[in-house]
């Protein structure tokens, strides 16, 4: 019996994206069975793939510790409760289908034994029955000789579910794991899923959720109280609970911007460093119990008690745990930036308000995307690209930086990082002479400059990709620059549903 796996589950054991999956199947290369995959498939296609620490495990560690070197994280096995329940299940499981073999192998032996005595009848019903039993002896034979080519894909597998339990989400059939003893409500965060979430320590009960099969343990005490339905239904605190089993759970997920209410915390400077003479890197640690939700591509007003306030784009994924990232461009007039560049120390206290924009990921796309960062418009471009990592979903991901000429791409380690950590992932950094319009009024002359000073960008696009209308577009930068984009790519066919552009600076594009 084929050993058939999720897309996800599949994606982790081979070490490659969800994504990079999608495409083999688009292409024809890889056939789907009611959207699961064959474990010989895959095999085939990767026939490299080796114990789990060279895979899925490994790779995804690598992007974490190398690529998003800012993030850490416990890593641990499960407790021993946990373990001894999923070794248990595991357990249960081969027994069955022993059993199971058994059953079939006492049937099989049965009729091998009826066919080479089938009792009376004529010469051409012998004749029959005599090739039916060699062929079975021959296809037993064969069984009992030969390795299944599965196998150690097989091993892999069992190793992935003690270790972590895979979870379902209906409606939207997202997956992800629960790793070691994290709560099921962190582990999707983790993995780029929007959940609704409040408290996250069990007094709220936003983050309530139907266990429609599995089995939960709680990890931390709640006050919270269910209604008799809700118990007698199955629902639990996702933040105050782990996974022991493989589960299936109905939950809702944010989709849109608008789904996310106004929100408020209080936050440290965690980080405060020079990426270039002009630009700063601030990262802002949130408190234990609170987490400010947003989705990638969003901003977040920042205002200091000495400092004033701005809006800014975050730089960091929504699926980072506790750390806020933005990265500051020196500026003239602004006062929270300059306080930052000039007096800001790592401790002080930061007020976070938002979140604000409609710069996201289209929800549930089946396109390849396209990110184009120019200048200082890296900044809502990382956290974009960070939570396209964490989904997994798209086909393939390309990064084009952009920056003025004798600017700098101030993160080009991590861009390579990316590059060099996923197969899916292709990075072009590039320069030009651009217009810059830092205030007053955008005039058409000024548009016009642009899109000629951004021809450059358009032909390598063209040459790389001749039919963009195949992608999702997300472009962000000045304003100008946004503008001089939003056009060309309306010159070039690209459909306007396509394409995200964001405005960054005070100029309103």
Same mark, same amino acid.
């Given at each position: ?66 690529? #998003?070197?800012? %993030?850490?994280?416990?890593?641990? /096995?499960?407790? &021993?409760? !946990? *373990? ?5 299940? @595991? ?105 609704? #979430?409040?408290? %996250?320590?069990?007094?709220?009960? /936003?983050?309530? &959720?139907? !266990? *429609? ?5 709680? @990890? ?18 996702l933040c105050c609970n782990t996974a022991i089993t493989d589960l299936q759970v109905e939950v809702s997920e944010t989709a849109l ?253």
């Amino acid at each position: 019996m084929p050993q058939l796996l999720t897309l996800t589950r599949a994606a982790r054991l081979i070490g490659v994206q969800r994504g990079a999956l999608q495409k083999k199947i688009r292409d024809g290369e890889l056939e789907t069975f009611e959207g699961m995959v064959e474990a010989g498939d895959l095999l085939r296609l990767y026939p490299k793939t080796s114990i789990p620490s060279d895979t899925a495990l490994a790779r995804l560690d690598k992007i974490k510790d190398d690529a #998003y070197s800012q %993030r850490v994280r416990e890593r641990a /096995l499960p407790s &021993a409760e !946990i *373990l001894w329940a999923r070794l248990n299940r @595991i357990a249960h499981e081969q027994e069955t289908t022993k059993a199971l073999l058994d059953q079939y192998r006492r049937i099989f032996d049965e009729l091998g034994k009826r066919l080479e005595n089938p009792g009376n009848g004529s010469v051409g019903d012998r004749s029959i029955t005599d090739s039916l039993a060699q062929w079975l002896r021959m296809e037993l034979a064969k069984c009992a000789s030969t390795t299944e080519s599965p196998r150690t894909l097989s091993l892999e597998d069992s190793f992935l579910r003690i270790i972590a339990a895979h979870v379902y989400i209906d409606p939207s059939r997202h997956e992800f794991f629960v790793d070691g003893n994290d709560d099921i409500l962190n582990a999707a965060m983790r993995s780029g899923l929007a959940l609704h #979430y409040g408290c %996250r320590d069990g007094h709220c009960g /936003l983050c309530k &959720a139907r !266990i *429609l099969s599995g089995q939960i343990k709680p @990890i931390r005490p709640t006050n919270y109280k269910f209604s008799d339905e809700e118990r007698e239904l199955g629902y639990a605190l996702l933040c105050c609970n782990t996974a022991i089993t493989d589960l299936q759970v109905e939950v809702s997920e944010t989709a849109l911007p608008q789904d996310i209410p106004q929100q408020q915390i209080n936050t440290v400077v965690k980080t405060r460093a020079l990426l270039t003479p002009d630009m700063m890197l601030l990262q802002l640690q949130m408190p234990p119990s609170e987490r400010i939700r947003f989705l990638a591509g969003q901003s977040l007003s920042l205002q200091h008690v000495l400092g004033g306030a701005v809006t800014v784009p975050v730089a960091s994924c929504p699926c980072d745990e506790s750390t806020l990232e933005f990265h500051l461009a020196r500026p003239t007039t602004d006062g929270f930036v300059r306080y930052a560049f000039e007096h800001l120390a790592v401790a002080d206290k930061v007020k976070v308000t938002g979140p604000l924009g409609n710069f996201v990921l289209k929800p549930n796309s089946p396109n390849p995307i396209i990110f184009i960062a120019i200048d200082i418009g890296f900044a809502p471009i990382k956290s974009l690209v960070e939570h396209a990592m964490a989904l997994g979903v798209a086909e393939s991901v390309h990064l084009y930086w952009l920056v003025h000429e004798g600017g700098k791409h101030y993160m080009h380690n991590l861009c390579r990082a990316w590059s060099d950590a996923l197969d899916n992932f292709r990075y072009t950094p590039l320069t030009a002479i651009l217009e810059h319009h830092p205030s007053g009024r955008i005039l058409p002359s000024h548009i016009r400059r642009q899109e000629d000073r951004l021809r450059g960008l358009i032909d390598q696009l063209r040459s790389d990709h001749p039919d963009l209308a195949e992608f999702d577009v997300y472009a962000a930068g000045p304003a100008l620059a946004a503008i001089a984009i939003r056009n060309l790519m309306a010159a070039e066919g690209l459909p306007k549903a396509q394409l995200a552009v964001e405005s960054i600076g005070p100029e309103n594009a």
